[in-house]
């Protein structure tokens, strides 16, 4: 196994808590992760984006010019970081934000997610991340589902821990809606 | 065998620190090193240690030194342009044969520079970076569990030899988080107890002076000659590196911390296409592994040097193996972007081919 | 007929019996003396760790039968701090002169006093760089002539004479700050009086003590020792006051 995906969004969307929570599952499944956080000057507002290099070896590089998967939540990283995603590769679109579908690209699999109005859905719309996280979990399979929801007891504050049945829903939705997507 | 944690590099050297015995931390903040003060804050209280937040970069290496003299494991971190108000204290522990960590996590300059990942500093660490022709231990970890690992080693190193010791690592290691094992701590036998050091709760017998002053008839000399005589045994001693496909290599590429992550991934990607490329990443830059690239290149093998800088490393790698055809493809800081495995594979197959 | 023979003086056991490279009429020699009686007095010589500074005071180790940690220019408060963490019951103390204390060292001693470190200083202030010869020193008097003063010091361009004693005196965490001279019998038996003070304020664990010792440079002044003596009682005294400050 050898995968990594990058994430971009605005702070505050919640991008590099799912990049520690998809290193930090796959580290609980035995295998060996690298998450590089890298982000704007300002602390809410700014561009948040990290990296997460999964391997059942040794993790190379921490970054990546290429990667092979991007989750996209907003205009800004889709204008930035979406021509730079691998041929071949997966582009997760958030379609609530972005308006550009990923036409001017054709070899490259791509599923555009209305993530804001889903996470409304499951009742707040914090968990636009985690609607991400669950539909790029059903695309790669990099890790289990339920991996992902063990790791998410350690990554969130304890004091946040009643939320945890609404974060697993939004993983689920967001799986469901990348299944449905692709098949 | 103990759960792995997920944890950032700069958390892994504060907790390395601690199980290696460190009671005594003195520092100022500074991006990107302050999570490893947040931590010992924390954390040190709860094992008797002191924590002083000096008001300083002079005043923190200064409390090291006198922590140090009195026979304490001591620490201090920062980042480049502390480091560099540091350095007179360095120079007077070298002098007075202090051992104790100094942390630098780099950001790039000169000057106030930015907070990017930078090597930058690697001629200020390796070259001694303050007055007086001294050299200080410099490790280079490439990962989380090296953070933790080279920081209790260099502590070992340090109090070994009486002298200091560095740990030389980026943004890119200090912020980024990966698996780590912890395991315990255990002295090395024949480290010995410090009986040059103000130990104890009085003298014990004759007066002890730690100092750096020698104004007698060639005392000075002879100590400049003690100290590098110390320098020449670590040299055959205590030398560290990684190889990677040396074996069959025709290309060697090389690499120390951040950038070898990313030179390691641009030599699987190397060799996948089917180039004969291997990897040499020295663990200690000081001393320097010389006798590896020597060892290396005896078919005349080509050396291609990464560094997050304008070229500092390659000096020491041409010093190494005179003679031998070395490249150099580097990043000043302050690019606003890291270099790729991708940009470094590029430069891999132009050498390769040429 | 017996002859009955008290003994009036003896050198303190604090000190070594060898001879110091002070300047004839220099009162670093007094200074030292006061200290090591000081820690006579408490019986603490074999505990007692001394930071010695940079400057005509940096060969603490030669004089003083004592541990002994040299420190960089300025750095003495920063250097006993550290040591003062690791061995807190031991008594430790910085012996610095005024360019190193109140002028590159002025971080250093005023962040060391405002912690509370449970150290003693004793501050030699004789207006001069001593060791470097005879430079403007942050004690230089206005007006006083040095090697780097030779039209005198002029206070609107080098500014003032610096009055530590008083400085620190206004920091919570100082417990003990004075000033004393050593020019005359009854300055010295007074600055004795101090020094212990200063010590026994550390040994309590009140917190930070300091001592400002002013004393001739008759060297670097150009004067002869009986002129530089009356020099410290006609022109320093009354700049710089005596008296306790603080505790």
């Avoid at chain 1, 930035?80 to 995603?85: G, N, P």
């Avoid at chain 3, 550290?82 to 360019?99: E, L």
């Avoid at chain 3, 005023?110 to 202030?125: K, P, S």
Wanted: hydrophobic share 40%.
């Amino acid at each position: 196994m050898n995968h990594d995906v990058f994430m971009a969004g605005f702070g505050g969307q919640g991008v590099l808590l799912i990049g520690n929570l998809l290193a930090y599952a796959t580290i609980l499944e035995g295998n060996n992760a690298s998450y590089f956080p890298a982000y704007g000057v300002e602390k809410r507002g700014g561009a948040a984006t990290c990296t997460v290099v999964m391997a059942d070896g040794d993790v190379g590089s921490p970054v990546v010019g290429a990667p092979e998967a991007a989750l996209l939540l907003n205009p800004l990283s889709m204008e930035k970081y979406y021509s730079r995603v691998r041929p071949g590769g997966f582009a997760l679109i958030n379609s609530s934000l972005v308006e550009d579908d990923g036409s001017s690209r054709d070899d490259l699999k791509k599923v555009c997610i209305p993530a804001n109005e889903m996470a409304l859905q499951v009742g707040d719309a914090r968990l636009v991340n985690m609607i991400v996280l669950g539909a790029y979990l059903e695309h790669s399979k990099v890790v289990a589902m339920d991996s992902v929801k063990e790791a998410l007891k350690y990554v969130l504050p304890e004091r946040n821990h009643r939320f945890l049945p609404l974060n697993y829903e939004a993983l689920e939705r967001g799986a469901t809606f990348c299944r449905q997507a692709l098949a | 065998m103990t759960k792995r944690l997920f944890v950032k590099g700069n958390e892994a050297v504060a907790m390395g620190a601690l199980e290696a015995g460190c009671r005594y931390y003195f520092g100022y903040p500074i991006t990107p090193q302050s999570d490893i003060p947040e931590y010992i804050s924390r954390e040190l209280p709860k094992l008797g240690g002191e924590f002083i937040q000096a008001e300083s970069e002079i005043a923190s290496i200064n409390m090291l030194l006198g922590a140090s003299a009195c026979g304490a494991r001591a620490m201090t971190s920062s980042s480049s342009p502390g480091i560099s108000l540091k350095q007179e204290g360095v120079s007077y522990m070298a002098g007075s044969e202090c051992p104790g960590l100094i942390v630098n996590i780099c950001r790039s300059g000169p000057g106030l520079g930015g907070i990017d990942a930078s090597q930058a500093d690697y001629f200020q660490a390796t070259k001694g970076g303050g007055h007086g022709g001294y050299h200080i231990i410099v490790l280079a970890p490439a990962s989380v569990q090296e953070m933790y690992d080279l920081t209790m080693l260099a502590f070992d190193l340090s109090d070994r030899y009486r002298v200091p010791a560095m740990i030389l690592a980026d943004a890119v290691i200090g912020q980024m988080k990966e698996a780590l094992q912890p395991h315990p701590y255990t002295a090395p036998a024949d480290l010995e107890p410090k009986n040059w050091a103000l130990i104890g709760e009085g003298r014990a017998g004759e007066q002890k002076i730690v100092k750096s002053l020698y104004l007698g008839d060639g005392e000075l000399e002879a100590h400049n000659n003690k100290l590098h005589a110390k320098y020449a045994v670590m040299q055959e001693k205590e030398v560290r590196y990684e190889t990677v496909a040396l074996a069959d290599a025709q290309l060697i590429v090389t690499a120390y911390g951040s950038t070898a992550r990313i030179a390691k991934t641009a030599v699987r990607l190397a060799r996948e296409e089917g180039m004969k490329v291997g990897l040499l990443r020295p663990i200690s830059l000081f001393p320097f592994p010389k006798a590896a690239y020597r060892q290396a290149t005896q078919q005349g093998q080509r050396i291609l040097c990464f560094e997050l800088n304008n070229g500092q490393m390659v000096d020491d790698v041409r010093l190494a193996v005179p003679g031998i055809e070395v490249d150099f493809y580097g990043r000043p800081p302050g690019a606003g972007s890291l270099p790729t495995p991708e940009e470094f594979l590029a430069q891999i197959r132009s050498r390769y081919e040429a | 007929m017996t002859t009955e023979m008290k003994k009036v003086f003896s050198r303190p056991e604090s000190l070594k019996d060898v001879q110091t490279h002070f300047c004839p009429g220099c009162q670093h020699g007094t200074t030292h003396r006061l200290v090591a009686e000081a820690m006579d007095h408490f019986g603490i010589k074999d505990q007692t760790i001394g930071v010695a500074s940079v400057g005509c005071s940096v060969f603490l180790y030669g004089y003083f039968d004592i541990d002994v940690i040299e420190a960089p220019h300025g750095r003495a408060p920063a250097v006993a701090t550290g040591a003062k963490r690791v061995h807190p019951n031991r008594p430790v103390f910085t012996y610095q002169g005024d360019g190193d204390l109140a002028a590159i060292g002025t971080s250093e001693i005023i962040h060391a006093a405002n912690r509370g470190e449970h150290l003693t200083v004793i501050f030699v202030n004789n207006t001069t760089y001593g060791m470097t010869g005879g430079q403007m020193a942050p004690t230089t008097m206005p007006g006083q002539t040095t090697s780097t003063t030779p039209y005198g010091r002029d206070v609107t361009k080098a500014g003032y004479p610096i009055k530590m004693a008083e400085l620190l005196s206004g920091l919570e965490g100082v417990a003990y700050s004075a000033r004393v001279a050593v020019d005359t019998p009854k300055h010295v038996l007074q600055a004795a009086k101090v020094i212990r003070r200063a010590f026994q304020t550390q040994l309590d664990g009140k917190g930070f003590a300091f001592v400002e010792v002013l004393a001739a440079c008759p060297t670097n002044w150009g004067m002869s020792p009986l002129q530089a003596n009356e020099r410290v009682g006609n022109e320093m005294i009354p700049y710089f006051p005596l008296g306790e400050y603080k505790g």
